[in-house]
């Protein structure tokens, strides 16, 4: 059973930037397609950003749109989440996750793979 492992979480200042990584370990990301989730200390996991196995199209939650940008490297076999202008709320663990195909609705799934999250610490 493979998984996804996420990179590049850390601490960085109000405005600043963060890209993290994606990437699978025992399988390839050709035709997943996948969803980026975040979940603050005593706040619910939510559905943050998702890229379409088929065809690339993305779909951003409305408080990371026009902040955060969603890629994938299918020859690198990784997808990243570029995050600028990050703000405090946005501190939090972000997952990634895959799903067949297409990026279901809410972000609903099912996924077959979970990575086990990065922190992300947005803080002066």
């Known amino acids: 059973q493979g998984q996804l492992v996420e990179s590049g979480g850390g601490l960085v200042q109000p405005g600043g930037s963060l890209r993290l990584s994606c990437a699978p370990s025992?399988?390839?990301?050709?035709?997943?397609?996948i969803g980026w989730f975040r979940q603050a200390p005593g706040k619910e996991r939510e559905g943050v950003s998702c890229?379409?196995?088929?065809?690339?199209?993305?779909y951003y939650a409305d408080s990371v749109k026009g902040r955060f940008t969603l890629s994938r490297d299918n020859a690198k076999n990784t997808v990243y989440l570029q995050m600028n202008s990050l703000k405090p709320e946005d501190t939090a663990v972000y997952y990634c996750?895959?799903?067949?195909?297409?990026?279901?609705?809410?972000?609903?799934?099912?996924?077959?793979?979970w990575g086990r999250g990065t922190q992300v610490t947005v803080s002066s």
């Open positions: 996750a895959a799903e067949s195909l297409y990026c279901s609705s809410n972000y609903a799934g099912p996924y077959d793979h």
């Open positions: 025992g399988f390839t990301l050709d035709y997943y397609a």
């Open positions: 890229i379409n196995g088929i065809d690339g199209i993305t």
